[in-house]
């Protein structure tokens, strides 16, 4: 949970260091949270704009980013602007998320010390993608974070309609939870709500599925633009390209009329397409949970490729029905997109 400042780290021997989270970046210049109580603590956080003291730090210099929101940095204060600082290094990361960003050539930090990840989707406007899904699901468990699948939108026609709600229960059936919620109506936002409070929440989806219109609901002081990302609480330039994190404090009408219970979200940049990162066609199976504890048990162990071989335990699962035959499209597709590195929206 990292809505409230936590431990000031000062000491003589460490005079002028502090440790802080990240809320947002760019250029190289970070708005960092810093944990330290101000001299008025009705002034909230104390945000300074820092930069990287080392190029490096002891981040791995091939990401498209060095940090993310939601990274915690060690950061050394500047002795004359107190609205500055230099990030001297990262602390170690609980969890990140991470895509490949096809244009930087190089693999991108979404977020990071996440609490719960929400993969955002709607059932049209933009028109539902199971794979788009499918691939975020699993980088995911590459990631080794349990994904909570949210659909929004849910008032229009096109939620009801068979094909989307019977991939709704496939992913269920694998044990994924599935929130369908509407922004526009309140449906569902209680729930989304309480799986929020008091957690930090990263929410990842293409652009257009409605991301800043749940914070607006959820907390309805926070007046984010529709279509973009702007930041309640942080300073500074922040674009829809990069992502920041920020606190709210939910609506008392979704949290049982009790006055503040806070949540931080994670908005992560619209991403048109989700290509994976670190994952080799060979081990994709690894990460459809369901094919996952079959990997090995095919007549041909682990060299199977799971396509055609006589003695494949997966695609007896398919035939039995254990397996939806949707999914091993899917894996069967996204293989095939990795293989050959070229990849659909
Ligand atoms: P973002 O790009 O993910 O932040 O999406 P926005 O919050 O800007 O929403 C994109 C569009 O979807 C806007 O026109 C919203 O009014 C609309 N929208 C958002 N949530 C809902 C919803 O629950 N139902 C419907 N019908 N429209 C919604």
């Known amino acids: 949970m990292l809505d409230k400042p936590r431990h000031f780290v000062y000491d003589y021997g460490n005079m002028g260091t502090v440790t802080g989270t990240v809320l947002s970046g760019s250029n190289n210049v970070f708005d960092i949270e810093c944990d330290e109580e101000g001299a008025d603590a009705s002034s909230g956080p104390h945000i300074r704009s820092c930069t990287l003291k080392s190029k490096r730090l002891n981040t791995d210099s091939k990401n498209y980013n060095p940090l993310a929101p939601g990274d915690r940095v060690e950061v050394e ?24 960003n096809v244009k930087g050539r190089s693999p991108q930090i979404l977020a990071a010390n996440i609490d719960n990840m929400l993969l955002v989707t709607t059932p049209d406007e933009p028109p539902f993608r199971a794979r788009f899904i499918d691939r975020e699901l699993a980088q995911a468990e590459r990631q080794g ?14 939620s009801q309609d068979v ?23 309140g449906e569902g936002m209680t729930e989304l709500a309480s799986l929020l409070q008091n957690k930090l929440s990263a929410f990842v ?57 806070y949540a931080s979200i994670i908005d992560t940049p619209g ?33 199977c490729t799971h396509m055609s071989e006589t003695g494949c335990k997966i695609l007896e699962a398919v035939y039995a029905g254990a397996i939806s035959e949707d999914r091993y499209d899917s894996w069967k597709r996204i293989a095939e997109e990795i293989r050959t590195g070229s990849w659909s929206d």
Not at 145 to 158: E, F, R
Not at 163 to 185: C, H, M, N, P
Request: include cysteine; charge should be positive; charged fraction near 25%.
């Open 77 to 100: 204060t500047d002795e004359l602007d107190e609205q500055k600082g230099q990030i001297l290094s990262l602390l170690p990361r609980k969890n990140k998320f991470v895509r490949w």
């Open 145 to 158: 974070i349990t994904p909570i699948i949210l659909v929004n939108k849910y008032d229009l026609p096109a």
């Open 163 to 185: 094909d989307f709600q019977e991939r709704l229960s496939i992913w269920q059936d694998i044990g994924y939870r599935v929130l369908r919620v509407s922004a526009k109506t």
């Open 205 to 261: 989806g293409q652009s257009g599925v409605g991301k800043s219109s749940l914070v607006n609901v959820l907390d309805s002081a926070c007046v984010l633009r529709t279509g973009s990302l702007s930041q309640k609480y942080g300073r500074g330039t922040h674009t829809t390209t990069k992502g920041s994190l920020l606190h709210i404090h939910l609506n008392e009408s979704l949290v049982d009329g009790l006055s503040n219970v």
């Open 271 to 303: 991403v048109r397409r989700f290509v994976l990162h670190d994952i080799e066609s060979n081990d994709l199976a690894l990460y459809f949970r369901e094919m996952r504890p079959l990997i090995g048990t095919c007549t041909y162990g682990m060299s």
